[in-house]
């Protein structure tokens, strides 16, 4: 199984990004896909998540917005109003199982994919 993610770059405050993450060699059409992110210096945290619903981190809510495509197996964060803060490695994640209360808990996903930078400055 991997996941690829693509996307990330360079970006102004305010500005937007969408990143991709393709997930090949298993399906999770009926699992949860993820992003989640690490700034310099602090531990990966979680920002989004899908599986029947959409769940997000409250840092992220009413800017960032996590869809996906099942028959693409791709799992999509659009994410606006980009401020310093979000600057950080995405990963995405995916697995299968995974019960509602344990979504934002990183070790629920069995599959990671290699991350893509962000970079939130003027």
């Known amino acids: 199984v991997q996941l690829q993610a693509f996307g990330g770059g360079l970006v102004q405050p305010g500005g937007s990004l969408r990143l991709s993450c393709v997930a090949s060699?298993?399906?999770?059409?009926?699992?949860?896909m993820a992003w989640f992110r690490q700034a310099p210096g602090k531990e990966r945290e979680f920002v989004a998540a899908?599986?029947?619903?959409?769940y997000y981190a409250d840092s992220v809510k009413g800017r960032f917005t996590i869809s996906r495509d099942n028959a693409k197996n791709t799992v999509y964060l659009q994410m606006n109003s980009l401020k310093a803060e979000d600057t950080g490695v995405y990963y995405c994640?995916?697995?299968?199982?995974?019960?509602?209360?344990?979504?934002?808990?990183?070790?629920?996903?069995?599959?990671w994919g290699q991350g893509t930078l962000v970079t939130v400055s003027s």
């Open positions: 994640a995916a697995g299968n199982g995974i019960i509602q209360s344990t979504i934002p808990e990183g070790t629920s996903y069995h599959y």
């Open positions: 060699g298993r399906t999770f059409r009926n699992g949860c």
């Open positions: 899908f599986r029947w619903n959409a």
